[in-house]
């Protein structure tokens, strides 16, 4: 009797491309078989490797045909089918099984071991299997398991499992008979637990795509709670399999009492005492790895017994529950932990339990803050290499303690230079992570009225020094810009650090900050708001001096606030520097708010946070720009749509070919297309034509595209955004320099005021808060 080695493997699923199937399977293993074999031999073979009762479930096994042209997948049912595929030549026979439950009482998890097979429905509920048994200690060392095979994970010798299609073996485990004694692979999903059956699996090396890495820890996050309990499972460490006990216990609605636990063995039963339910893992040579050799999981125990010595959830177990919903940065309050556990399990749990909940989990994902800052160089240094041309930079005192950052992309920095109107609006808001600090932000706005985020930092605090800081990195990145204009609140810190690094720019006035510090000293009075309003936003210089005259004459002492400042820091009248329609900083306030979810992250996470925000922000703007049929953008068009209503109505006198009086019935306005400028101010200032100016181009026929600024363009939109911002990557694949990895970097000393921390700043006087 001749033998042929069998291959079979379960708990993945036919996958296609182009008509070409394949089968990806995360459990596998490989014998010797008769070649003579019928149906009925190899069927028992498979109940007996996989381990499970054909009384309580039904095994499908499937295979792909050995022909020239690409096939489905086809179900093996009789002999003939059995006989067709061990006497194929040159290759090793693949088997692919799925498995049905017939009675659902039996097994204690509800994933399914692989999707349904593609040639036909299967209704019936499939499941990861595992039963009791114990299983051997063989210590055998992945290097062991290496040796003698390629770059592929394949050994050189052994056939690929595919047939008639395309090679597809990085996405496929590769199994090898063992030709000495039963081994055991670290990374694994099984070991052999029968002495007849000697095998080796060889897990690929390459991470799944759906491995999760936690961005302080640099570990693989741990497995979802639906995996397996099941013997032979692997763990990465003790820590990891409590983690998914705890949360399978949760699941499941019983507790789980300790009665072994140390560096080499974990062992844990039901809490009912006369209960079978149980479970032993122990270590894995010197690794690190636990694995579980036995599991009874079956309860023989009441649920009266389990209800009456239930203890309520632990805020450990609920946050390792709930962990995975923070790993994107998301805001998950603990009033939602408390409904999603009702929802989910049943289980109550107050207020302050699912407080506790969040930070536990907040620590497991980000980890511990002292690491978030251990890693800040390392990321900064990846972040530019990801990102070349970003500027960065980190400041520590003397003692190594965090003091400032900067970081400002190459995509934003070439978006500004090339596409943007020179004006920067900068702010700061405060983190209030576990190492209070200050969000320093620069953003500008695009040619459709959208914010462009320029550069961001972090400092210990907001203070002369830490602005200045801030602005030399930022005058690093952009250089000197002409007709510079910088917008922000009247904070003295800003003011000096603007002057001090960028004395060619302009400094103007937030004028909203100016209104509301307005109304909070004189009243909250409707008309003093709507005329310092007109006065802000009129173009011409006497329309100005008229709402001013009219502000003084209903409070004299409001006109003498707003004018202490000087007119040209906040109205657009008498700016000596074009503002467009940027009057306000609430640009950089909108972009604070827009990132405010990060602010109580670790400082790698905040600075993670933003460029994931950034990239997005680059890539769905970028898709907009390219979708536009307009030569202008949408905003652009609008503005001209409303302004060409009104010239539709105007008297328009020519003065030569390309200057004209425009008759309105009010202050008329002159215009000249060759220079684009009108008497309103208008078309000067905002550079885009006015209600004049498009009477005038009505007249002569000519294209109003052409007396818009470029930065209007939906050209210039599309060059804004079209830098690329990369991701790092997970911190396990980064390659840092020694002497930037051993930079150390270490919090901040800070003193919390006493008192529960605020959230949300104060608002100013007349302040609409959301």
Not at 51 to 72: E, F, K, W
Not at 204 to 225: F, H, I, K, Q, T
Not at 478 to 504: A, M, Y
């Amino acid at each position: 009797m001749t033998n042929v080695q069998l291959v079979l493997n379960w708990g993945g699923e036919w996958k296609s491309d182009h008509g070409v199937y394949w089968y990806d399977g995360r459990r596998g293993r490989a014998f010797d078989f008769p070649r003579d074999a019928n149906y009925d031999q190899l069927l028992d073979k498979v109940y007996r490797v996989i381990g499970i009762d054909r009384n309580h479930y039904r095994a499908t096994l499937t295979t792909v045909a050995q022909t020239i042209r690409p096939s489905l997948p086809i179900e093996i049912i009789d002999d003939d089918d059995v006989a067709l595929l061990l006497r194929r030549e040159n290759v090793d026979p693949l088997v692919c099984i799925s498995v049905e439950e017939i009675v659902d009482d039996r097994l204690d998890l509800k994933q399914s071991v692989r999707p349904e097979s593609p040639h036909r429905p299967h209704h019936a509920t499939q499941y990861d299997i595992h039963h009791t048994t114990d299983v051997p200690n063989t210590n055998a060392h992945l290097d062991d398991i290496q040796e003698g095979f390629t770059k592929n994970g394949t050994n050189g010798n052994s056939p690929h499992h595919h047939f008639g299609f395309q090679d597809t073996t990085e996405n496929q485990n590769v199994f090898v008979r063992d030709v000495s004694e039963p081994q055991f692979d670290p990374i694994s999903d099984r070991v052999p637990n029968r002495s007849d059956d000697q095998f080796v699996h060889v897990q690929r090396l390459v991470p799944p795509p759906c491995a999760l890495y936690s961005m302080n820890s640099g570990e693989v996050a741990p497995r979802p709670v639906d995996m397996c309990i099941a013997v032979g499972e692997l763990f990465e460490s003790k820590k990891q399999l409590q983690s998914q006990l705890g949360r399978y216990s949760l699941k499941k609605g019983f507790q789980i009492k300790v009665m072994k636990s140390d560096t080499t063995r974990y062992q844990v039963r039901c809490i009912v005492e006369e209960c079978n339910w149980r479970l032993r893992a122990v270590k894995v040579g010197n690794s690190d790895y636990f694995q579980i050799r036995r599991f009874d999981h079956e309860h023989t125990c009441s649920n009266e017994a389990r209800f009456s010595l239930k203890r309520q959830a632990s805020a450990r177990d609920i946050g390792e529950h709930i962990k995975e919903k923070f790993r994107d940065h998301r805001l998950y309050k603990p009033k939602e932990t408390i409904q999603d556990l009702q929802t989910e399990f049943g289980i109550s749990c107050n207020y302050h339990k699912g407080y506790r909940a969040k930070h536990i989990a907040l620590d497991e994902v980000q980890g511990i803050p002292v690491d978030s800052y251990r890693i800040l160089p390392s990321y900064l240094y990846m972040l530019e290499q990801t990102n070349p041309g970003t500027i960065i930079d980190l400041h520590t005192d003397s003692g190594n303690r965090f003091m400032y950052m900067f970081f400002c992309l190459k995509a934003c920095i070439d978006g500004f230079l090339s596409s943007i109107r020179p004006i920067i609006a900068i702010d700061a808001t405060f983190l209030r992570g576990p190492h209070p600090g200050v969000l320093f932000v620069a953003v500008c706005m695009d040619g459709n009225n959208q914010i462009f985020p320029l550069a961001f930092g972090v400092g210990d605090s907001e203070t002369n020094e830490a602005w200045e800081w801030f602005l030399t990195r930022l005058h690093r990145a952009i250089g000197e810009v002409d007709d510079l204009v910088f917008i922000s609140d009247r904070k003295n810190s800003i003011i000096t650090g603007v002057e001090k690094v960028f004395p060619n720019s302009f400094h103007g006035a937030c004028a909203v900050h100016r209104e509301r510090n307005m109304l909070g000293r004189y009243g909250k009075n409707k008309v003093l708001r709507d005329i310092f309003r007109n006065a802000v936003k009129v173009y011409r210089v006497n329309q100005f001096d008229r709402c001013m005259d009219q502000l003084r004459n209903i409070n004299s002492g409001a006109a003498m606030y707003v004018a202490d400042v000087g007119f040209e820091r906040w109205s657009r009248a008498y700016s000596p520097r074009k503002r467009y329609s940027l009057m306000s900083s609430n640009i950089a306030e909108a972009m604070n708010n827009a990132i405010k979810d990060c602010r109580e992250l670790p400082i790698t996470g905040v600075i993670d946070y933003i460029r994931g925000v950034l990239q997005h922000w680059f890539h769905d703007h970028r898709t907009s720009a390219g979708k536009l049929k307009s030569a202008l953008t949408t905003k652009a068009d609008v503005n001209i749509g409303v302004k060409d209503e009104k010239a539709r109505y105007l008297r328009v006198y020519p003065i030569t070919y390309y200057s004209f009086l425009v008759k309105d019935g009010d202050l008329d306005g002159i215009v000249d297309l060759t220079s684009k400028t009108c008497t309103c101010r208008e078309f000067d200032i905002d550079e885009i034509p006015c209600a004049h100016a498009l009477a005038c181009i009505r007249v002569r026929r000519f294209s109003y595209v052409d007396y818009c600024s470029p930065y209007y363009s939906s050209a210039f939109l599309a060059t804004a955004y079209s830098g690329e911002i990369h991701p790092v990557g997970h911190p396990p694949e980064w390659l840092v320099p020694e002497d930037i990895a051993s930079i150390v970097v270490l919090p901040p000393i800070g003193r919390r005021l006493p008192g529960r921390p605020k959230k949300n700043r104060t608002p100013s006087f007349g302040e609409e808060v959301s």
